[in-house]
């Protein structure tokens, strides 16, 4: 569950938290963009590198290194299937391109798990259903989707009680074999599904005693401005990526590897 | 046995949850764990059955420290029912939501199939059992979440707030079934809001403040007195209300059930036609 600490916004005042969340989706969107435009290790570090001092910036260090602490597993997976396919597509010699190949990729998905903690680190749902409404798209959609934000803490706090209560009830998650283990989830999955269920059809009841939809023009008490830094920011962005580009197309890049250890 | 030894805990997210705590429940004990919300009490139970392991201090359970036991181990002693029955119902049926932790225990066919007949006799839920436990009302749920657990007879049963959701009858019901257990010596630990419950109860009483045990006693010693109750936001039973409010007129201020009460006040009223209708 300690993936989620990394999706959970905390209040702040730091230069990116200050940023319009447009802006910030902006540059969000930019490092996922780069990072799908190249696979050579070398870039991946600049853009990972290029991120560490955004991090630092927005303060929250701390949540993000934890989020990364929980991906571990899937990072792992990603390297090591990776490296199982290079090494087997080379008559089963592990040679150096598989290795900096699936560091590289490994590197992307934590360049695409920190741009995301990035931005939802930073940005709290209610400015998130702000910049939503304000790209004009419909408000019942813009609630549903800040709604789900909002509630995968309080999913993941529920999906830890339910596996003690199981526990408790002498499950034993990590016992038996592979389809086994797949099977233990089925008690915790199963009540986590259906109170959800409950949990939204309330939430609906809810909302319809308190006339959710009665107006159809709503108006907002805050309303997102594009300010001064945000425009510089954007401009930033722009020029990053035109230089992406052309790095892309015309420049050649650094061949770094790693060696095969020595055995 | 439980053995509470010093134990704090904090939780991940920064909450000091219990400080420093000590508190031992010997076998057959009845305990009612009382205090405000956040006071620390489901997170004290959840250290009886190793959840939720101590950040100091240790727990002993029969003389076995929980950090060196699984969890499934613990639970085969420490029956623990959590306050929310839709955290762990799942099952097509009750009769096999019952199964469940049988099955786990490892517990041979023939005897689950026994097991579940006693228990649904002893909570009122025969004709339920081929019913979807979703399709149950809340206080019915809660029963069977009670009897999923008492389904593999732990010596000890630790239950977070029973009587949330059942009427007077149920909880006239669940006194006399926690009185029926200790009758067969099992200890019966409880979290409750339900001062009035309590009242009739008459269990020890642990009253919880801020992670910490503000009074441990006897219902009558700690639910007579307004100044620890009002400290740890608890409301007197009534007829303890309604004692203390009488205590200039010379009554007892300790007094705690109806019968008490009764036997105090028969002899000084009036007996006339006025009361009659009395």
Redesign the interface.
């Known amino acids: 569950m300690k993936v989620f600490d990394g999706l959970q916004f905390r209040r702040g005042t730091s230069p990116i938290h200050r940023l319009d969340p447009r802006t910030k989706f902006v540059m969000s969107c930019l490092i996922f963009i780069q990072a799908f435009m190249f696979t050579e290790f070398f870039y991946l570090i600049v853009l990972f590198l290029a991120q560490l001092p955004l991090v630092a910036l927005a303060q929250v260090h701390r949540q993000w290194t934890r989020s990364l602490r929980g991906g571990l597993l899937l990072i792992l997976l990603i390297f090591f299937t990776n490296l199982i396919v290079g090494v087997v597509s080379n008559d089963f010699q592990l040679t150096s391109d598989a290795l900096t190949y699936s560091t590289a990729m490994s590197l992307r998905f934590v360049v695409l798990m920190t741009s995301f903690s990035l931005f939802f680190l930073t940005t709290s749902p209610d400015d998130l259903g702000l910049a939503l409404e304000q790209s004009h798209i419909p408000y019942e959609f813009c609630f549903a989707f800040t709604t789900a934000v909002r509630f995968v803490p309080v999913l993941a706090r529920e999906a830890q009680t339910i596996m003690d209560a199981q526990r408790s009830r002498g499950l034993e998650l990590e016992k038996g074999g592979f389809m086994k283990r797949i099977r233990n989830y089925i008690p915790i999955l199963i009540p986590l599904i259906v109170s959800a269920i409950r949990r939204s059809l309330e939430l609906a009841e809810a909302m319809e005693t308190r006339a959710f939809g009665a107006t159809k023009h709503r108006t907002s008490l805050h309303t997102l401005q594009i300010e001064g830094r945000d425009v510089i920011t954007l401009a930033l962005c722009v020029v990053v990526l035109a230089f992406t580009i052309y790095t892309r197309l015309y420049l050649p890049i650094p061949d770094i590897r790693i060696p095969v250890p020595a055995t | 046995m439980i053995e509470v030894d010093q134990v704090s805990y904090t939780y991940p997210a920064g909450t000091q949850a219990l400080q420093d705590i000590s508190v031992t429940i010997p076998e057959g004990d009845f305990v009612a764990i009382m205090g405000e919300n956040g006071a620390g009490k489901t997170t004290l139970i959840?250290h009886f059955?190793g959840?939720l392991k101590p950040e100091r201090g240790r727990v002993r359970v029969d003389g076995v420290d929980t950090k060196d036991a699984?969890?499934?181990e613990l639970?085969?002693t420490i029956?623990?029912v959590?306050q929310?029955p839709?955290?762990?119902?799942?099952s097509e049926t009750v009769e096999e939501e019952i199964a469940?932790?049988l099955r786990?225990?490892g517990f041979p066919e023939d005897e689950v199939a026994q097991r579940i007949d006693w228990t649904l006799r002893l909570l009122n839920l025969t004709q339920y059992r081929q019913t979807s436990p979703?399709l149950l009302s809340g206080g019915e749920r809660k029963r069977v979440a009670l009897a999923?657990?008492l389904a593999?007879n732990p010596k000890t049963l630790v239950i977070d707030e029973p009587t949330i959701g059942q009427d007077y009858r149920q909880k006239e019901r669940l006194r006399q079934f926690f009185a029926e257990l200790r009758g067969q010596g099992r200890t019966v630990v409880f979290v409750t809001h339900d001062v009035e419950f309590v009242a009739d109860c008459d269990p020890r009483v642990l009253l919880m403040y801020r992670g910490q045990i503000l009074a441990d006693g006897s219902a009558q010693q700690v639910l007579t007195n307004p100044e620890i109750t009002a400290k740890a936001s608890i409301l007197l039973p009534q007829i303890a209300q309604l004692f203390h409010q009488l205590q200039d007129l010379g009554f007892p201020h300790e007094v705690l059930t109806v019968q008490e009460a009764k036997g105090l006040l028969e002899p000084v009223l009036p007996r006339g036609e006025a009361h009659e209708g009395l």
């Open positions: 959840k059955n959840i699984s969890v499934a639970s085969r029956g623990l959590f929310n839709d955290h762990q119902l799942f469940f932790g786990n225990f979703f999923t657990v593999w």
